[in-house]
């Protein structure tokens, strides 16, 4: 009896012990992350620019990633002449946070500058682009719990009307307006899907291929910071369709998918 404690014990000591490891050395690790961000902060205000993108994109590599570090990152590259690098990190900034001001301030001074219309801030635009964010198992989860409100909102509208017929008004009233909502989800759902695919050019002159070949015949020189969509896969081929019509293949490493999620990506930029 008293071994079996004994071992007991010594099996509590040592979990807590590896619990208590585990947890400096996450906190460690985010204390050392905060301290390469202010460095990286501290390298922009002083004008080296460089530097603090190769901060900003060492913290993006191992994550998390936040809409202020893409933000950050955005604004060192642009600085540093990395304007598709940097175009596409503002897309992913603007991605996570798509009501930021700041944001969608420098995303349509950088676009105005490359020649090309602002981006829309009105609130369609801002549900779709936040829609596009969710993964199918967020649409999964909402479409549930719309259906539980709906089967909620019949139940108690029953409890409530105590079977009286000046009852079932209501419970058609929210009914429908559940079953709406449903729908209105899914078209969201429908329309921002399409833009998982949405890829910026992060090399300049990128070559635009007839085929995914490298022996295929150049249809065209892509540059850098031009935005599409990308419209299918093979190997290390993405075909894509930038805005403005052209259409063609090209290496995945010319490319930078605003969501990192894109069936199309398998880089985990």
């Given amino acids: 009896m008293n071994q079996s404690i004994l071992r007991l014990t010594v099996i509590l000591v040592l979990w807590c012990s590896l619990l208590t490891q585990g ?13 390469t961000f202010e460095e990286a902060n501290r390298m922009f205000e002083e004008g080296n620019y460089e530097s603090a993108a190769r901060n900003y994109e060492s913290l993006i590599s191992v994550g998390p990633i936040t809409a202020d570090l893409l933000f950050n ?22 991605a996570l946070s798509p009501t930021d001001e700041d944001i969608l301030l420098n995303l349509n001074l950088a676009r105005s500058e490359l020649g090309r219309p602002p981006v829309e801030g009105d609130l369609l635009s801002l549900l779709e682009n936040y829609a596009s964010s969710l993964s199918p198992h967020n649409w999964a989860v909402l479409s549930l719990v719309l259906s539980y409100g709906l089967v909620g909102a019949l139940i108690w509208n029953r409890i409530k009307s105590s079977n009286n017929q000046s009852g079932y008004g209501s419970v058609f009233v929210i009914g429908v307006l559940l079953i709406f909502m449903m729908i209105g989800a899914s078209h969201l759902a429908w329309r921002s899907r399409g833009h998982i695919h949405d890829v910026v050019t992060i090399e300049e002159d990128a070559a635009l291929r007839f085929g995914p070949l490298p022996e295929s015949k150049i249809s065209k020189r892509v540059p850098a910071g031009s935005e599409g969509r990308a419209l299918d896969r093979k190997n290390d081929w993405i075909q894509v369709e930038f805005e403005g019509g052209a259409k063609g293949w090209t290496r995945v490493q010319n490319l930078g998918f605003v969501f990192p999620d894109s069936p199309l990506s398998n880089s985990g930029q």
């Fill in 23 to 35: 947890q400096t050395q996450s906190i460690s690790d985010s204390v050392q992350r905060s301290l």
């Fill in 73 to 94: 990152s955005a604004n060192a590259l642009w600085k540093t002449g990395n304007r598709g690098q940097a175009l596409w990190r503002w897309r992913q900034a603007r």
